[in-house]
């Protein structure tokens, strides 16, 4: 099946760290360039960042550039997301989310962070 | 603030046609990028509905349609059921901007 699939998301506090993962099945994941959108609670969804294949390219949102990293491996099919310095205003629901050109083709379902003291 | 536009609800009954706007500016949805349509239905992933302004994907019924004018684009849903009560969002690209943008969302209830 091809799928997403989310992990790592959790309750930390402000200027804590948190350590994103996706995991890709069912398609050929070294092919695909990828994006990480996010929703905070009563919200629309945000684009925060974009890896290239090869991970030569990477772009984020204003909103996170600087404090948030985006990564991958090839190898073990997974798509990362380091987020360092978290604000309030980062506590969101996290997509890992496969481009197909200008639009996105695959969302996974999602893993909720909640910046909190 | 959303780079795109969308009215935050629209309802319509069981039957009925209702129409989702996505309004942007000269340097998004004007500059000529495409518009593209996904559902959302709270705690699942998104789907995508509609790409590239009136393309759909294979498994999205024909009552979903999309088109584009100037700088803003439209969702039509004919035909209403209530299993299409869910979250709309427009997205399209940004040329001042690196990235995609989105529109606010539409919530349509479904009477």
Known sequence: EVQLVESGGGLVQPGGSLRLSCAASGFIFSTYHMNWVRQAPGKGLEWISYISVTSTTTYYADSVKGRFTISRDNAKNSLYLQMNSLRAEDTAVYYCVRPAGWYFDLWGRGTLVTVSS | ?111
């Open chain 2, 1 to 111: 603030q959303s780079v795109l536009t969308q009215p935050p609800s629209v309802s319509g009954a069981p039957g009925q046609r209702v129409t989702i706007s996505c309004t942007g500016s000269g340097s998004n949805i004007g500059a000529g990028h495409d518009v593209h349509w996904y559902q959302h239905l709270p705690g699942t992933a998104p789907k995508l509905l509609i790409f590239d302004n009136t393309n759909r994907p294979s498994g999205v019924p024909d009552r979903f349609s999309g088109s584009k004018s100037g700088t803003s684009a439209s969702l039509a849903i004919t035909g209403l059921q209530a299993e299409d009560e869910a979250d709309y969002y427009c997205q399209s690209s940004d040329t001042s901007l690196s990235g995609r943008v989105f529109g606010g969302g539409t919530k349509l209830t479904v009477l």
